[in-house]
């Protein structure tokens, strides 16, 4: 699997957090940035992020900044993105088995790095369930197609 991670400048220590949590999963990824502390615009970065998962450059998406939100509400504006904003590993599981989401979002000026982490390893290895959850994605998938 390959994974594009990035953050504005409010989510910059958690996207290092993962980062090292991926190196050692054995897990490829490219970081988007930013690159600096200083102020930058969220969606310059989960633009680019959420095009890479939707032309299929990479498997899946990280995206971190204050609370997640700005990132959620800007990568699920590209056609075919699922992005789900997890603040617990509960949610992180379930997104995948019935959402299949395709980008995970958090937010570091709401929770720390410890839990950052283990809601990534369990939306990174969490498989999607299919079935009747296929039927409703599909139907997202169609509204997409319809009139995006
Ligand atoms: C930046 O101050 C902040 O607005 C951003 O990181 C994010 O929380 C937006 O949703």
């Known amino acids: 699997m390959k994974v594009a991670i990035a953050s504005d400048h409010g989510g910059i220590h958690i996207r290092e957090e993962i980062k090292k949590l991926m190196d050692e999963m054995g897990i490829e990824y ?5 690159e600096c502390e200083t102020s930058v615009d969220y969606p310059d970065y989960a633009i ?13 998406g990280i995206l971190i900044c ?5 990132m959620t509400i800007a990568a699920n504006k590209v056609k075919g993105i699922r992005c789900a904003l997890c603040h617990d590993v509960y949610s992180a599981k379930l997104t995948r ?9 958090m937010g570091e000026r709401v929770i720390g790095p410890g839990l950052a982490r283990e809601i990534a390893k369990v939306w990174l290895t969490t498989e999607f369930e299919g079935g009747r959850h296929a039927r409703r994605v599909e139907k997202i998938t169609q509204y997409e197609n319809k009139h995006l």
């Not at 680019?48 to 498997?59: I, L, Q, R, S, Y």
């Open 30 to 34: 490219i970081d988007l940035g930013c």
């Open 48 to 60: 680019p992020v959420a095009e890479k998962v939707a032309n299929g450059e990479v498997d899946r």
């Open 66 to 70: 204050g609370t997640g939100i700005g």
């Open 97 to 105: 088995q019935h959402n299949d989401s395709n980008i995970l979002a």
